[in-house]
């Protein structure tokens, strides 16, 4: 078998794919220093995020503790080094025993005996029912507000944009209008915590497949992040 070598390239003859040039020094530093900001930068932000979070819960928490029950009791005396987050497990500690005295049938009397101490209060009562009313909703095991993530056209016609299915049930505003319609909240880029509630007809509502988390990362993001296509999910279902 005859084995047949490769031309070696002529001398003479200019290359016709010039091989890359070699990068310099600073250029390699620049692209280590990039990508060392990568890498460090979700972490150190994460990090820094959770801790101040943990921080602020402790300060609001320990502030409410009466003197004397303070959770740093419990710890062994003289350590050289605080504990965060004994506020944090306080707080679920809490809000646990909270839940478990009011559903039980002595919490839920006094819970609506206070509720009707707060109905006779003109502005309280307002407030109150509403917050009350937006936990309930969000917190519902059983519920759907915030659970499903859609495309709807915004800000004009022809234009679309991500948005959270927060209701079917639109009451007098759906009767006025003669038309089915959704509530839906469309948040604003990079900052989701702003945004508008807008009511589109439920035609023009595409429910999507991908997950809450998803399309908050797709929008804080300003669409860098795209969520990989799962398939087409199913309409908000008719009630």
């Not at 979700?42 to 990090?47: E, M, N, V």
């Amino acid at each position: 078998m005859t084995t047949v070598s490769p031309q070696s390239p002529d001398p003479d003859k200019p290359a016709i794919i010039l091989p890359p040039p070699r990068p310099s020094l600073w250029v390699r530093l620049r692209t280590w220093f990039l990508a060392g900001i990568i890498i460090t930068a979700p972490i150190g932000l994460t990090i820094y995020l959770v801790v101040i979070t943990i921080e602020a819960i402790d300060r609001n928490v320990k502030s409410l503790i009466p003197s004397g029950y303070e959770p740093e009791r419990l710890l062994p005396p003289n350590l050289p080094f605080g504990v965060p987050g004994l506020g944090v497990i306080a707080a679920v500690l809490l809000l646990t025993l909270v839940g478990f005295l009011f559903t039980n049938f002595l919490g839920r009397s006094l819970l609506h005996f206070s509720e009707r101490l707060v109905a006779r209060m003109p502005v309280i009562r307002g407030l109150y029912s509403a917050l009350k009313q937006i936990f309930e909703t969000v917190f519902s095991q059983s519920g759907q507000s915030f659970r499903q993530v859609a495309l709807v056209p915004w800000p004009a016609k022809g234009s679309w944009t991500i948005a959270f299915v927060t209701g079917e049930q639109t009451g007098e505003v759906g009767t006025r209008l003669g038309r089915e319609l959704i509530a839906c909240y469309v948040p604003t880029t990079p900052n989701p915590t702003g945004g508008y509630m807008v009511y589109f007809p439920r035609e023009d509502v595409q429910v999507l497949s991908m997950s809450v988390d998803q399309a908050m990362k797709l929008i804080i993001s300003c669409g860098v992040i795209v969520p990989p296509e799962k398939g087409v999910a199913e309409p908000p279902s008719a009630k």
